[in-house]
Nanobody, 119 residues
């Protein structure tokens, strides 16, 4: 069983910064992807950024140049540095880890952390 715990959300003024952290625990295969998704009220959950164990990253177009994803602590922690925040970044941010289990992919979600950007 893999468990994910997020922290770092809060209220920030437009143009400010926040750093989200997600700590993973449990039996984690070395080949995996960790990342962040977000869901705003009335909208579907969307990918923000993720990083595979080898370092390959993916970013949503809306956050490129503003957000940076990193992994540390033997890749059991994933960080999301969010700069130049905009009101449209307001959402619940969820950490996700996925890995192969046999011949299929398993995914695990954190409980989410609220990010609110005021104008």
């Amino acid at each position: 069983q893999v468990r994910l715990v997020e922290s770092g959300g809060g209220l920030v003024q437009a143009g400010g910064s926040l750093r989200l952290s997600c700590a993973a625990s449990g039996s984690i295969p070395s080949i995996n992807t960790m990342g962040w998704y977000r869901q705003a009220p009335g909208k579907e959950r969307e990918l923000v950024a993720n990083m595979a164990n080898g370092g390959t990253t993916t970013y949503a177009d809306s956050v490129k140049g503003r957000f940076t994803i990193t992994r540390e602590n033997a890749e059991n922690t994933v960080l999301l540095q969010m700069d130049s925040l905009k009101p449209e970044d307001t959402a619940v941010y969820y950490c996700k880890l996925q890995h192969w289990s046999g011949t299929y992919v398993r995914g695990y979600w954190g409980q989410g952390t609220q990010v609110t950007v005021s104008s």
